[in-house]
């Protein structure tokens, strides 16, 4: 669906300058359709294309900072790709630059793969098991920190600092652009950094602000905070959605339930034609972005008429393009029937040729 991403060698200072004060963007059709605004945070504008890049930034600045990373050392990570990216883009913006090794999931989309070999990162494919087996993708990436020279975890799952990011510029930034005019903020949740900073920031504005997880098939989020913490039932199915849901808590989502009133669950097939209809109107969003809209929906229609909420858009379709664009993935799935013909126009990724 869209051409190879290629990304210009920036300076440090440059790169870092195209983070953050990214757009608020009022979906209209969605917003008439329900009488209520959504508004999604355009977080793919950042200079690494994903808001990963607001984690990533401080997370480096910190390590280096405090000494745990020196120049010429190695950044490790275990990522499911955007926060890979954005380390890596900014790896390479330092003299010398900082060699890269990421633990992703083997089942990560293969465009991410080849975008972050593309820049020189060495990337091990680790099973996808349980958080606490010894081969869990962030279990390999501490002992493989652990045993290497001059190399640094940066460990965006339990590091305060990633939390911190959004608290201290994505919470602000939105609360700001709605003049605090903010009733509603729904996100998935992955590390759970941008959901709790957010949240946490627009509940410490206002208690009244009504905050939302939505899970996507496969996660047990859902169970954990409907239960109020004795279950982590997975929600029926698996998704395509990549680096959301989970199992267990990371350091990040300590307050979780005391900063979240509501939660619902994804379904694939509905993210998969959210995703169309927006791209119908030239909106291109990812596959957790398509699963956020849904979960702004279903929040916006528990609020009065007229209420503004607000969800993220981490990143783009392109770097889904093989599953979400792939007529034969979408068959396969059981999706395919469920898509209104005039939307089945865009699935022409041809796997012979990668796009």
């Not at 792939?326 to 898509?339: D, R, S, V």
Request: net charge negative.
């Amino acid at each position: 669906m869209s051409a190879p991403e290629t990304y210009p060698q920036l300076t440090t200072e440059q790169y870092i300058k195209g983070i953050g004060q990214t757009p608020l963007f009022k979906l209209e059709t969605i917003s008439k359709r329900i009488n209520r605004n959504i508004f999604i945070k355009e977080e793919y504008l950042n200079s690494g294309t994903s808001i990963k890049d607001r984690a990533a930034n401080r997370l480096l600045q910190d390590a280096l900072k405090t000494g745990k990373l020196t120049p010429g050392g190695t950044i490790v990570e275990a990522t499911a790709g955007n926060t890979g990216l954005s380390l890596a883009l900014l790896a390479r913006t330092y003299t010398p630059p900082f060699s890269v090794e990421l633990f992703v999931p083997e089942s990560l989309v293969v465009e991410k793969i080849q975008l972050l070999e593309s820049l020189g990162v060495i990337v091990h494919k680790c099973s996808v098991v349980p958080p606490d087996h010894p081969d869990y993708f962030n279990n390999q990436a501490i002992r493989f920190a652990e045993l290497t020279p001059d190399a640094y975890h940066v460990n965006q799952m339990d590091n305060i600092v990633n939390r911190q990011s959004h608290y201290e510029s994505t919470g602000p930034e939105i609360y700001q652009q709605l003049k605090g005019e903010v009733h509603g903020f729904v996100a998935s949740v992955g590390t759970g950094g941008t959901f709790c900073g957010i949240a946490s920031f627009l509940k410490r504005q206002d208690p009244n602000v009504k905050t939302a997880i939505v899970d996507p098939q496969g996660s047990g989020l859902y169970s954990y905070v409907t239960t109020h913490g004795e279950s982590w039932e997975p929600i029926e199915g698996g998704s395509f959605v990549e680096g959301v849901g989970k199992k267990s808590l990371t350091g990040q989502m300590h307050d979780i339930l005391e900063i979240t009133d509501l939660a619902f669950k994804g379904n694939d097939t509905k993210v998969i034609i959210t995703i169309y209809e927006l791209f119908s109107e030239g909106i291109d969003i990812g596959g957790s972005a398509g699963l956020n809209v849904n979960g702004a929906i279903e929040l916006a229609l528990t609020l009065p008429e007229g209420s503004n909420v607000v969800t993220t858009a981490a990143d783009s379709s392109g770097r889904y393009a093989s599953k979400l664009f792939n007529k034969e993935y979408l068959i396969e799935k059981g999706h395919w029937e469920k898509i209104p013909d005039h939307l089945k126009k865009f699935a022409t990724y041809n796997s012979e040729y990668g796009n």
